[in-house]
Nanobody, 125 residues
Framework: QVQLVESGGGLVQAGGSLRLSCAAS????????MGWFRQAPGKEREFVAS????????VYADSVKGRFTISRDNAKYTVYLQMNSLKPEDTAVYYC??????????????????WGQGTQVTVSS
């Protein structure tokens, strides 16, 4: 059974940084795409970033370009989301997700097969 476990969330002041981690287990992920999504209260879940496990191509949402960086550690089966210059509007529950695929071009939550439990990120002004 595939398991995705997020960690690294917390409370930070505006302008600060956090690094989220997503540890994947339960299968090999060579032909999988890993994504980060977020959901604020009363809003729909939205795409943040994705990375192809095999070739490493990356896609970002416009709202986080230049501030967030997604990366992967193949040896540890872990995906990271480095978040810099955080803003209050980045406050949300952040979810890690996985789907079979080659290119990191999937932005809809409905396309992803597996999800983590989420980790809260709160940015104070």
């Amino acid at each position: 059974q595939v398991q995705l476990v997020e960690s690294g969330g917390g409370l930070v002041q505006a302008g600060g940084s956090l690094r989220l981690s997503c540890a994947a287990s339960g299968r090999t992920f060579g032909n999988y795409v890993m994504g980060w999504f977020r959901q604020a209260p009363g809003k729909e879940r939205e795409f943040v970033a994705s990375i192809s496990w095999s070739i490493g191509n990356i896609v970002y949402a416009d709202s986080v370009k230049g501030r967030f960086t997604i990366s992967r550690d193949n040896a540890k089966y872990t995906v990271y989301l480095q978040m810099n210059s955080l803003k209050p509007e980045d406050t949300a529950v952040y979810y890690c997700a996985a789907k079979s695929g080659f290119y990191a071009s999937y932005k809809s939550p409905s396309e992803y097969e597996y999800w983590g439990q989420g980790t809260q990120v709160t940015v104070s002004s």
